[in-house]
C-alpha cells in the first residue's frame, strides 16, 4: 500500500514527461529531413512558423486538410508494422490538398497513446517524416498526448494536418466541361479506407494478419499494409503544365461518390470498368467477400487512386507527363450531360 504521506507524481499517474521529450530528441533528425523553402524552425517551439514568401508566393491563398487512416490503424497495431502508417497519414492529407490546386507547404501530427513507447511511436513519426519528404511537404510540429485510462495497452489514436497554399486564382476545379477527359491514376492497392470492411472479409474468410495472403507473396498484414500512394509531385507537375480542370482523390466512397464532388452541377461522366485491371486484392475482397460491384465501386478505390479531368486535347500530352514521373495512367471515359457516375464494361477483377 502507498505510503499516505508521500507525494503523488505525475510520472506515478501514468504520464512520462521524459519519454515525451526522448521522442522529441528521437525525432528531430528525421523532422529536419523535411525542411523546404519555408521553413523557419525546428520542433520544440510552442507554434510552428512558416514563410510563405520564402516558399515562392506572392498572392497566396491557403489550404488546409486533416484525416486520419481510419481502422487500418488497428491492422498496423495488431501486426506490430508500425514504419508504413506514417506516409498513409501524409497521403490521405496532402493528396486531398493537390485536389484543389494546392501545393502541400507543412503537416502537423496528433499522436495520442494510453503509456508512451518510444520506439512505437518514433517509427510511426519517422514514418510520417519521409511521407512528408516525398511529398515536398515539411514536417514543423505535433503534439504527441499520453492519456492513461484511454487507450487499450499498445493501442493510439493517429491524425494529421497539412497545410497548403497556390496563387489567387489557381483553384481547382476550373472550367470542367462535357467531353473532357478523365485519367486514372493506378493505386497501391487498398490504401487507407474501407478497412472496416476488409477486416469483415478477412475474418469471414478464416484468415490471421499472419496467414500467407491470398493474392500476392507474403503474409495477408503486410500486403494489406502497403501504404496510400503519394500523388503529389506527379499531379502538381500535371497542374502546371497546363490543362488540367479538375483532381479528385478516390477514398471513402469510391469513384461513385468522389467525382461527382469535382463536376459542376448537369455533368456527370461515363466510366469504362474495363479500362483498367485494379491489383489482385479487389478480386480477393469481391469474391472471399461475396461483395457485389455496386458496393465494391462506393466502397474501395478500385485500383484507381486519383482522378485528373482534363481537356480532350491535353490528355495524350498530360498522360505522358504522369506516366514520365511514375504514375500508371489510364484513360476512364469523359465527362457527359447528365449526374452522377455511370459505369459501362465489366471490371477486370
Given at each position: 500500500?502507498?505510503?499516505?504521506?508521500?507525494?503523488?507524481t505525475?510520472?506515478?499517474?501514468?504520464?512520462?514527461?521524459?519519454?515525451?521529450?526522448?521522442?522529441?530528441d528521437?525525432?528531430?533528425?528525421?523532422?529536419?529531413?523535411?525542411?523546404?523553402?519555408?521553413?523557419?524552425?525546428?520542433?520544440?517551439?510552442f507554434?510552428?512558423?512558416?514563410?510563405?514568401?520564402a516558399?515562392?508566393?506572392?498572392?497566396?491563398?491557403?489550404?488546409?486538410?486533416?484525416?486520419?487512416?481510419?481502422?487500418?490503424?488497428?491492422?498496423?497495431i495488431?501486426?506490430?508494422?508500425?514504419?508504413?502508417?506514417?506516409?498513409?497519414?501524409?497521403?490521405?492529407?496532402v493528396?486531398d490538398?493537390?485536389?484543389?490546386?494546392?501545393?502541400?507547404?507543412?503537416?502537423?501530427d496528433?499522436?495520442?497513446?494510453?503509456?508512451?513507447?518510444v520506439?512505437?511511436?518514433?517509427?510511426?513519426?519517422?514514418?510520417?517524416?519521409?511521407?512528408?519528404?516525398?511529398?515536398?511537404?515539411?514536417?514543423?510540429?505535433?503534439?504527441?498526448?499520453?492519456?492513461?485510462?484511454?487507450?487499450?495497452?499498445?493501442?493510439?489514436?493517429?491524425?494529421?494536418?497539412?497545410?497548403?497554399a497556390?496563387?489567387?486564382?489557381?483553384?481547382?476545379?476550373?472550367?470542367?466541361?462535357?467531353?473532357?477527359?478523365?485519367?486514372?491514376?493506378?493505386?497501391?492497392?487498398?490504401?487507407?479506407?474501407?478497412?472496416?470492411?476488409?477486416?469483415?472479409?478477412?475474418?469471414?474468410?478464416g484468415?490471421?494478419?499472419?496467414?500467407?495472403?491470398?493474392?500476392?507473396?507474403?503474409?495477408?498484414?503486410?500486403?494489406?499494409?502497403?501504404?496510400t500512394?503519394?500523388?503529389?509531385?506527379?499531379?502538381?507537375?500535371?497542374?502546371?503544365?497546363?490543362?488540367?480542370?479538375?483532381?479528385?482523390h478516390?477514398?471513402?466512397?469510391?469513384?461513385?461518390?468522389n467525382?461527382?464532388?469535382?463536376?459542376?452541377?448537369?455533368?456527370?461522366?461515363?466510366?469504362?470498368?474495363?479500362?483498367?485491371?485494379?491489383?489482385?486484392?479487389?478480386?480477393w475482397?469481391?469474391?472471399?467477400?461475396?461483395?457485389?460491384q455496386?458496393?465494391?465501386?462506393?466502397?474501395?478505390n478500385?485500383?484507381?487512386?486519383?482522378?485528373?479531368?482534363?481537356?480532350?486535347?491535353?490528355?495524350?500530352?498530360?498522360?505522358?507527363?504522369?506516366?514520365?514521373?511514375g504514375?500508371?495512367v489510364?484513360?476512364?471515359?469523359?465527362?457527359t450531360?447528365?449526374?452522377?457516375?455511370?459505369?459501362?464494361?465489366?471490371?477486370?477483377?
Amino acid at each position: 500500500m502507498a505510503d499516505a504521506n508521500q507525494g503523488l507524481t505525475y510520472s506515478g499517474a501514468g504520464v512520462d514527461i521524459d519519454a515525451g521529450n526522448a521522442l522529441v530528441d528521437r525525432i528531430k533528425p528525421a523532422a529536419k529531413a523535411t525542411q523546404r523553402p519555408g521553413t523557419m524552425a525546428g520542433l520544440g517551439g510552442f507554434g510552428a512558423l512558416f514563410d510563405l514568401k520564402a516558399a515562392g508566393y506572392s498572392d497566396p491563398i491557403l489550404v488546409a486538410a486533416t484525416d486520419g487512416v481510419g481502422t487500418k490503424l488497428r491492422l498496423a497495431i495488431d501486426t506490430g508494422k508500425l514504419d508504413t502508417v506514417g506516409i498513409d497519414l501524409v497521403a490521405m492529407c496532402v493528396n486531398d490538398l493537390v485536389c484543389q490546386g494546392a501545393e502541400p507547404l507543412f503537416f502537423l501530427d496528433y499522436f495520442a497513446t494510453g503509456k508512451l513507447a518510444v520506439p512505437e511511436a518514433a517509427q510511426v513519426i519517422e514514418g510520417i517524416a519521409a511521407g512528408c519528404a516525398a511529398s515536398g511537404c515539411a514536417l514543423i510540429g505535433g503534439e504527441t498526448a499520453e492519456m492513461p485510462g484511454m487507450y487499450h495497452d499498445g493501442d493510439f489514436d493517429l491524425a494529421g494536418f497539412a497545410v497548403g497554399a497556390m496563387e489567387r486564382g489557381a483553384d481547382l476545379p476550373a472550367d470542367v466541361a462535357e467531353g473532357d477527359v478523365l485519367l486514372g491514376l493506378a493505386s497501391d492497392g487498398v490504401h487507407s479506407n474501407g478497412f472496416s470492411l476488409v477486416r469483415r472479409v478477412a475474418d469471414r474468410a478464416g484468415l490471421t494478419w499472419a496467414d500467407p495472403a491470398p493474392f500476392e507473396d507474403g503474409t495477408l498484414g503486410d500486403a494489406l499494409l502497403t501504404p496510400t500512394r503519394l500523388y503529389v509531385l506527379p499531379t502538381l507537375a500535371a497542374v502546371r503544365a497546363g490543362g488540367v480542370h479538375a483532381l479528385a482523390h478516390i477514398t471513402g466512397g469510391g469513384l461513385t461518390e468522389n467525382l461527382p464532388r469535382i463536376l459542376p452541377r448537369g455533368l456527370g461522366c461515363d466510366i469504362d470498368l474495363s479500362a483498367w485491371t485494379p491489383a489482385p486484392v479487389f478480386g480477393w475482397l469481391a469474391a472471399a467477400g461475396g461483395v457485389a460491384q455496386a458496393e465494391m465501386l462506393k466502397t474501395f478505390n478500385c485500383g484507381i487512386g486519383m482522378v485528373l479531368v482534363c481537356a480532350p486535347d491535353r490528355a495524350g500530352e498530360l498522360a505522358d507527363l504522369l506516366e514520365a514521373e511514375g504514375e500508371t495512367v489510364r484513360r476512364l471515359g469523359t465527362v457527359t450531360p447528365g449526374d452522377g457516375v455511370r459505369y459501362s464494361g465489366a471490371p477486370n477483377w
